[in-house]
């Protein structure tokens, strides 16, 4: 089984970052690291919405951990260091027809995606609003139901990985004609995101692409989910950053 983790900008990995690539082989599956112009190994350029090469590194990563996870199944997993094998979760998915992915549990209630503020930050009517607000209050309150957004393994063209696919690129499709007028100028951008003190105009909350989706569907398909992937480690400040 395979270990996709993706590196899509220009700037060379950190010494930190590198170290932890190397780590990646605990999990015993097939790291394959790719960069963006190895991205024609595995896909065709057309298969991409036309708003990707607009988006930010960090959300066209959201977008690929999508698009990959739908097609080709397998792992996924940041650029963070893993001191544990996967494939106790690899053998545990093999066979268990009824199980369709694993992860680690979700780690904080914080951690969880803020639909109210992407609601907000995208001017969405009151009842839409209200109802992210209700939707993120009952997912951070059973926060330990989901899984993490770092590290996961999936069947491919599951249910889940359809909704999640076809999610992610409708979104794209409504932000599209604004991202032409404010492409991304930045790794790490978000909607709402100041940068050099000045607000950025680039249209795509932080969490919509991966977060926003992914948090809602685990909780709907919890039962068809392991929680026992061994977590990444998070505890330093070198990857506070997108560099």
């Known amino acids: 089984m395979k270990l996709f983790c993706f590196w899509l900008g220009d700037n060379a990995l950190s010494d ?4 932890a690539l190397s780590t990646l082989k605990n999990t015993g599956l097939d ?5 963006y112009d190895d991205l024609g ?3 065709n350029h057309s298969d991409l919405h036309p708003a990707f090469p ?9 977008y690929l951990r999508a698009l990959f996870m739908h097609r080709f199944g397998g792992g996924y997993s940041d650029i963070k260091w893993i001191e544990r094998s996967w494939l106790e979760e690899v053998h545990r998915l093999e066979k268990n027809s009824h199980l369709i992915a ?3 549990p979700e780690v904080d209630p914080l951690h ?5 503020l992407c609601q907000q930050l995208l001017g969405a009517s009151l009842p839409a609003r209200l109802h992210s607000y209700i939707q993120t209050t009952y997912l951070r309150r059973h926060y330990r139901d989901l899984i993490g957004n770092g590290a996961f393994i999936f069947k491919p063209g599951t249910s889940f990985t359809t909704q999640w696919w076809t999610e992610v690129n409708r979104r794209l499709d409504n932000l599209h004609d604004e991202l032409l007028q404010n492409p ?11 940068i050099h003190g000045i607000p950025s105009k680039y249209p795509v909350p932080w969490v919509y692409l991966l977060g926003s989706i992914v948090h809602p569907l685990a909780m709907r ?7 026992n992937l061994p977590p990444l480690t998070f505890s330093t400040d070198e990857f506070s950053s997108y560099l």
């Open 16 to 19: 930190a970052r590198r170290s």
């Open 102 to 104: 694993s992860g680690y």
């Open 54 to 62: 607009l988006l930010c590194d960090a959300h066209k990563a959201d």
């Open 221 to 227: 398909y919890r039962h068809q989910i392991s929680r």
């Open 184 to 194: 991304a100028r930045f790794p790490r951008e978000g909607k709402g995101f100041k």
């Open 31 to 35: 790291v394959t690291f790719l960069r």
């Open 112 to 116: 969880v995606a803020n639909n109210y």
């Open 41 to 43: 190994r595995y896909i």
